[in-house]
């Protein structure tokens, strides 16, 4: 993934939007100020997978892939976090909708697309199926026993006792350093993009990595970045939820709404790796993101649940555990052979479409 190096404006913005953020708790009934407020998470979005993408050039793959992926968590556990404290137990919930939302988003809607975009450009595009295979088993693992083995506990109505949400938060736990040190220190060759077309990838140029300066720059930078983002979310959700409630839209839809902001820089990178025929990268960053996102959020979410004694609600319902099942199973299907084409894309879309019919339209 390579990004012309730091340009003023991705040094500028997110200062902006933290600026907007001060002028928020200066003056919060200001008018426009939400439409600033999103203004600035938007730009703060944008910044971040600039300066991702300028150290993944720097630490090359599949280093790159997981500082955006970390990064995206980070963002998904802090405004989580953040609104259990300030919802209660009345958000216990809300890490489930969240995390659920973002498999369905990272599966089906980046992965269909990028599966969609980068077949249509290059017809066939390849990948590493030995780290993918890898990939999909731990995911699945975490994701089958964060979701759905909370509905079949003893005495269970999708909550784990506190025991069992130890015990369940440090198995993810180990899951998620399992793998990280799999794809970075014993089999990063399988994480490597492939080429299968005979043109150069888009991203083959004469670009030199950046100097250590700007990789450093593009660190702080990133940090910056985040903070915005989540101090800009975390501002503009008083006012989402009560949108939210006033047109009635079902409780998830909330859960839904953080997941696809958090994974927005996600999103463009997918993008721009399955038009540069880098399917790999892709793939990297869309299912190591529902590793971490998993693997990270449900430790935070079950110390603080523990701590404040809250029925942390994880166990998803029928039709959810249904549509997760089948996404799992198609993915699998879709990356079985190492080459992929439009028409896994298309199923991905389609899958897609129905999750967020039936989250609107239940």
Same mark, same amino acid.
């Given at each position: ?279 790999? @990268? /892709?793939?990297? #960053?869309?299912?190591?993101?529902? +590793?971490? *996102?998993?693997? %990270?959020?449900?430790?935070?979410? &079950?110390? !603080? ?14 039709? @959810? /555990?249904?549509? #997760?099942?089948?996404?799992?199973? +198609?993915? *699998?299907?879709? %990356?079985?052979?190492?080459?992929? &084409?439009? !028409? ?14 039936? @989250?609107?339209?239940?």
């Amino acid at each position: 993934m390579i990004t012309p190096h730091n340009r003023l404006w991705s040094l500028a913005l997110p200062w902006f939007s933290l600026g907007i953020v001060l002028l928020y708790f200066m003056l919060p009934q200001l008018l426009g100020i939400v439409i600033l407020l999103s203004i600035g998470l938007m730009a703060s979005v944008i910044c971040a997978v600039h300066h991702a993408e300028v150290i993944a050039h720097k630490v090359g793959e599949p280093f790159g892939t997981l500082v955006l992926a970390l990064s995206v968590t980070i963002i998904e556990v802090a405004l989580i976090v953040s609104m259990m404290l300030s919802g209660g137990e009345a958000a216990m919930g809300l890490a489930r909708d969240t995390i659920f939302a973002a498999i369905m988003i990272i599966l089906n809607g980046i992965i269909g697309l990028s599966l969609l975009v980068g077949g249509r450009k290059h017809q066939i595009q390849g990948f590493n199926l030995e780290g993918v295979t890898a990939a999909l088993g731990t995911m699945t693992i975490i994701t089958v026993i964060a979701l759905i083995v909370p509905n079949y506990v003893a005495n269970s109505s999708g909550i784990y006792n506190p025991t069992q949400l130890l015990f369940m938060a440090f198995i993810t736990l180990v899951l998620f350093a399992a793998f990280t040190a799999f794809q970075t220190i014993g089999h990063r060759e399988y994480f490597l993009p492939v080429i299968l077309n005979d043109k150069p990838s888009v991203d083959v140029t004469s670009l030199a990595p950046p100097s250590l300066q700007t990789t450093w720059i593009s660190v702080a930078s990133l940090l910056v970045s985040l903070i915005a983002v989540v101090l800009s979310a975390k501002a503009i959700s008083p006012t989402l939820e009560k949108l939210l409630e006033h047109v009635g839209a079902p409780v998830a839809t909330l859960g839904i709404l953080i997941a696809a902001i958090v994974l927005l820089p996600e999103f463009g990178a997918a993008m721009r790796a399955a038009k540069a025929d880098k399917l790999q @990268s /892709s793939l990297n #960053l869309a299912i190591g993101s529902a +590793i971490a *996102s998993i693997g %990270l959020t449900i430790p935070a979410v &079950t110390i !603080l649940a523990v701590i404040m004694q809250w029925p942390l609600e994880l166990g998803l319902d029928a039709k @959810s /555990s249904v549509l #997760l099942v089948l996404s799992l199973f +198609i993915v *699998s299907h879709s %990356l079985r052979t190492g080459n992929t &084409t439009m !028409l896994p894309g298309v199923l991905h879309i389609c899958l897609f479409a129905i999750y967020l019919f039936l @989250s609107f339209v239940p």
